[in-house]
């Protein structure tokens, strides 16, 4: 409707007044869009609640109390405004002087149109076209708040959100498929990646290095399904595991020592139980000199040692070649002198590369996998090894498994959504064929209380001189594991006494 705009200097022109046009009719100003009407959010909400469902008002401006009026509306300045802007000068732009030259030029198309809105009505559509142009859209106010934990987009129409580990339905909506799908290829585009019907499945991360997954139609049948796991803008420490009861300040100094005497450590748990954060907690004791390497599929570690190299698999385009595997990276970064290797999650023959690197001279390589126990975890990585084709006898790759790994963490998500660990595992060798292991720590549920919430205490279980304290005499840490683990058996003592 309006011509393109030349420049975004400073002569915006006034309310009411237009851009010049550029081989283009004048804006029909004569024709009024409609006005914007806001229905009460439980009429509006009620088909599509579903029984034993509650809504969390996130306060969006895209929300289920605008009905088909505004998003008819929004659309045609939308429209509007695409016709107006020169996209290619908006984005040389900064986001701030983007943002101010955008709510200019909507202000005047509202002005034009006679559209009647209120204020706060004016700044939420302000807001919510600006998001669309220069952002993630609905999503924006979900990303900008850091007590959320998952974002899951299960078509344009519910969006649930999971907070202090339970997952709530949301008010926020898409526009429709197509403003979704827009979306969902603006993120994954970031990354030099794409979704569409020919590659419906994508792994992608934002820019602060959240984990985002979409799953595209024909393959997602009501819409495309995006989730973003989020990553918290204060990452977690040790000493706040602690205060959440994450685990108790005994196990949490004998993960740190782990992580500071060169340990391989497996981390072991379920979906959503903490294992990526865990992980980031345990290479905050890696020192600075140590050369890092790491390996994931959606790079979603955030290591704070200087001499970081993070590697990220690719998926094949669309003639289906050129793509790198998990396995491949490995196999890579044995060339680039790393002393440390951390792979984001290991679930195939890669299990392989990652143990023998461990078992030559890589020592404090750390990894997680998907399994409810440590000794679930061991079975697996053994079952991994023959999705790559080996066919070495049983005994072998458990041999190969004990003289890799030292410790196995599990992590898991309890019922009432909070997150502990539940086992610090030792692994000391092999009895005949079977793999022989020892709890160092574990946690045991007590009770409930009055709020459903999950009562219970971390345990040690007697161990006081563990196999990797001749490790930690070497790093000079002996006499702190040896004072946690007999502080913790004292503590252990006396709630039983």
């Not at 585009?189 to 792994?203: K, L």
């Not at 100094?253 to 959503?272: D, F, P, Q, W, Y």
């Not at 990797?468 to 039983?496: G, P």
């Amino acid at each position: 409707m309006f011509g393109k705009r030349t420049s975004f200097g400073g002569n915006t022109p006034g309310v009411g007044e237009v851009a010049r046009p550029v081989q283009s009719p004048p804006p029909r100003a004569d024709v009024p869009a409609p006005p914007v009407s806001r229905p009460a959010d439980t009429d509006s909400m009620a088909s599509r609640l579903r029984p034993g469902e509650d809504v969390i008002d996130v306060g969006t401006p895209v929300n289920a109390q605008r009905d088909k009026e505004y998003f008819h509306t929004k659309s045609a300045i939308f429209n509007a405004l695409i016709d107006s802007i020169d996209l290619s000068q908006l984005a040389t732009m900064d986001q701030v002087a983007a943002r101010e030259e955008i709510r200019d030029i909507v202000a005047e198309i509202i002005a034009l149109k006679s559209i009647i809105m209120s204020i706060s009505e004016q700044e939420d559509l302000l807001e919510d076209i600006c998001n669309d142009v220069l952002g993630y859209g609905p999503l924006e106010p979900l990303l900008a708040r850091d007590d959320i934990a998952d974002i899951m987009v299960n078509g344009s129409q519910r969006c649930y959100i999971e907070v202090n580990g339970k997952v709530r339905l949301t008010n926020v909506r898409f526009r429709d498929d197509s403003h979704l799908m827009n979306v969902c290829q603006r993120i994954v585009s970031q990354v030099g990646r794409r979704v569409d019907e020919s590659s419906p499945i994508c792994d992608a991360r934002l820019p602060d290095g959240s984990r985002v997954n979409v799953i595209a139609p024909p393959l997602a049948i009501d819409g495309a399904a995006l989730t973003i796991r989020k990553f918290k803008r204060d990452k977690l420490t040790l000493q706040q595991l602690v205060k959440y009861n994450s685990i108790s300040p005994e196990g949490a100094e004998v993960l740190r020592i782990l992580g500071k005497v060169r340990a391989n450590v497996l981390i072991s748990g379920g979906t959503g139980s903490g294992k990526t954060t865990l992980l980031n907690c345990l290479t905050a004791f890696i020192e600075k000199d140590e050369r890092v390497i790491t390996c994931e599929d959606s790079a979603e570690l955030q290591l704070q040692q200087p001499h970081v190299v993070r590697l990220e698999t690719r998926p094949p385009n669309l003639e289906g070649e050129g793509e790198i595997t998990m396995r491949d990276l490995i196999k890579n970064c044995l060339r680039m002198r790393p002393e440390r290797i951390i792979v984001g999650e290991v679930r195939g023959p890669e299990s392989f590369d990652l143990l023998q690197a461990m078992n030559t001279g890589h020592d404090g390589s750390m990894g997680t996998l998907h399994a409810n126990s440590p000794r679930e975890a061991l079975a697996r990585l053994e079952s991994m090894f023959t999705m790559g084709g080996y066919s070495l006898p049983s005994r072998t790759i458990r041999e190969m498994i004990t003289s890799s790994i030292d410790v196995v963490v599990q992590a898991a998500r309890l019922r009432d959504g909070s997150r502990r660990i539940t086992h610090i595992t030792e692994v000391l060798g092999m009895e005949g064929d079977v793999i022989v292991t020892q709890d160092i720590f574990l946690y045991d549920i007590t009770g409930e209380d009055a709020n459903g919430m999950l009562l219970g205490r971390h345990r040690s279980t007697g161990i006081t001189k563990p196999q990797f304290a001749e490790r930690a005499r070497y790093f000079n840490e002996e006499a702190n594991l040896v004072e946690a683990l007999e502080k913790s058996n004292t503590e252990q003592h006396e709630l039983m006494g």
